[in-house]
């Protein structure tokens, strides 16, 4: 039978509940058990396909085709393992789905409502992860208690505990605790608040994770440990850093995994952390380095620097492999087009993907720069498709080229709809030319990438594009090219795929590490 750890939020948004559940998770993988996660977001979008990065960041991709919450990235880089597409619940799919059940007439003429059968829908969704492989699931509720559409989830998790045991169900609050700052004191008022709206709900929360920007003192946790009914040891700190990787580790400090494992009732064993440790290590010594790599990452959300969380986690982590700080500068492709020549200053550039006409032009303009200048350039879904364009419209000469997205009759459509006509999502096998950059990259001639795309390569310009000095090195076994590069440059690859979407924190992807390490022997030289 598997444990459950719940953890919610308090006071305000944004504290990181999605960092903290990550973090419990891998620590307890660390001690050799094994670990499923799962997020509940209570908005009535069915999944992420038409949320914008403006709002929770970029949408997250796992192999079967989910479409997720960016929390679901940090949960796979820190877990060091594939979710699903159930690994990310909304309100839309629960809905839905009792919705669909009453439809077919499954409720026997009972009133639906939202206690019990949205609450049992929800427990039904938990109690799926109940397998005799997994030890521990760690399920985040996403928004804050208080918002009134949390309260199902919250019911439905206070009912766990009755239908499972009280040693097989931990309940985490993060919370926040702000210091006044013309006195210097922590104010404990608001989380007093916030776990007294838990029980009253009937949940008492067994650890309570303190976010704040200073140390608490020992009388704050006192007073947090008496006026929320929770034991002093229970109360964990979380200091704000703008190291992410660090999180387990003070939190571990403070036995944050032994306190929950005690809980669970499950015994304390040897916690394997080396390479998380050194990984963070080598992340402290590079910040201090003078010299850093510069990376131009473009695109049109640069007002939002979680739209691009998984490249700038791979560029960073491919950074840290080689000892070297990656500076990643969000650089608006609006910008670029006024002015290509403000991407000098970069060592590399990656152009970002994303969907829509707004920007693309500039991100056209930032693969010229990158190409004619010989500056190390990686390209990516839609920025894969400019830099396909431009070659098109500059070395093939077909000044009219572009995508049939802008231009569904355009004369030359070197990017063309998927077939058949609907979003490519999910992992799929890609065949990689021998004897091309990409395969001396990935060291083999298959491969398996996470897609998100509604335009393909068009394999009918295949042999022209080859002709003018451009190789797709890629294709899909029905011969569909995924990736091309030009070879007499230094690193010019795009890929339709996302390759950030498999980038790990311990192991980044062989691409993203090529990239980096071309860029640190320029550096160098």
């Known amino acids: 039978m598997s444990k459950y750890v719940f953890v919610t939020g308090g006071v305000v948004s944004g504290l990181g509940k999605g960092i903290t559940a990550a973090s419990l998770a891998m620590l307890i993988k660390s001690r050799g058990y094994t670990v499923d996660m799962i997020k509940f977001d209570p908005y009535f979008n069915v999944d992420s396909l038409y949320l914008s990065p403006y709002q929770h960041g ?3 991709i796992t192999d079967d085709g989910g479409e997720g919450d960016l929390v679901i990235g940090h949960y796979e880089r820190f877990l060091d393992q594939n979710l699903s597409e159930n690994s990310n619940m909304t309100s839309g799919k629960i809905y839905s789905s009792v919705i669909n059940r009453e439809r077919e007439g499954a409720y026997d003429g009972e009133s639906v409502q939202v206690v019990p059968h949205i609450t049992d829908e929800i427990k039904q969704t938990l109690y799926r992860l109940n397998k005799p492989e997994t030890d521990v699931v760690v399920c985040e509720i996403g928004g804050v208690v208080g918002d009134i559409e949390n309260h199902p989830y919250l019911e439905a998790i206070r009912q766990c505990r009755g239908e499972l045991g009280k040693g097989n169900v931990l309940y985490i ?3 926040y605790v702000p210091v006044i700052e013309m006195s210097g004191e922590h104010k404990t008022k ?14 008492q929360p067994d650890i309570i994770v303190c976010r704040s920007d200073y140390a608490l003192d020992d009388s704050a946790k006192k007073k947090l440990s008496m006026f929320c009914n929770v034991n002093i040891e229970c109360i964990i700190e979380s200091i704000t850093t703008e190291n992410l990787y660090q999180v387990p580790l003070r939190l571990q400090a403070q036995n944050f995994s032994g306190i929950a494992l005690k809980k669970l009732k499950l015994e304390e064993r040897e916690l394997k952390l080396d390479e998380w440790t050194e990984m963070c290590e080598r ?3 590079a910040s201090s380095q003078k010299k850093k790599i510069k990376v131009a990452l473009v695109g049109k959300y640069t007002e939002k620097a979680t739209a691009y969380q998984s490249i700038t986690d791979a560029l960073n982590t491919a950074g840290l492999l080689k000892n070297k700080a990656v500076e990643t500068t969000l650089v608006s492709s609006a910008e670029v087009e006024k002015d290509p020549k403000i991407l000098s200053k970069y060592d590399g550039i990656l152009i970002a993907p994303g969907f829509g006409e707004r920007g693309f032009e500039g991100k056209v303009a930032a693969a010229k720069y990158a190409r004619e200048n010989d500056v190390p350039c990686i390209m990516i879904g839609l920025g894969a498709q400019a830099g396909l364009i431009e070659y098109a419209r500059d070395v093939c000469t077909m000044t009219e080229a572009t995508s049939q997205e802008y231009d569904a009759d355009t004369p030359y459509p070197v990017v063309s709809f998927v077939e058949p006509k609907m979003l490519k999502k ?9 004897g091309t950059q990409l395969n001396k990259i990935y060291g083999s001639l298959t491969t398996k990438e996470r897609h998100r795309h509604r335009f393909d390569f068009n394999p009918k310009y295949e042999q022209m594009f080859l002709k003018n000095g451009l190789v797709f090195a890629a294709h899909s076994p029905t011969g569909v090219p995924e990736a091309f590069e030009v070879p007499t440059n230094k690193f010019f690859i795009g890929t339709i795929y996302n390759p950030e979407y498999r980038s790990r924190l311990l192991s980044t992807h062989p691409l993203f590490a090529e990239f980096i390490n071309v860029l640190s022997k320029e550096k160098n030289s």
């Open 58 to 60: 970029e949408v997250f």
């Open 426 to 434: 999910g992992a799929f096998p890609s065949l990689i030319t021998a």
């Open 190 to 203: 608001p989380t007093q608040n916030s776990v007294k709206e838990l029980q009253n709900i009937g949940i």
């Open 173 to 175: 609050h993060v919370t």
């Open 283 to 285: 992340a402290e010594k």
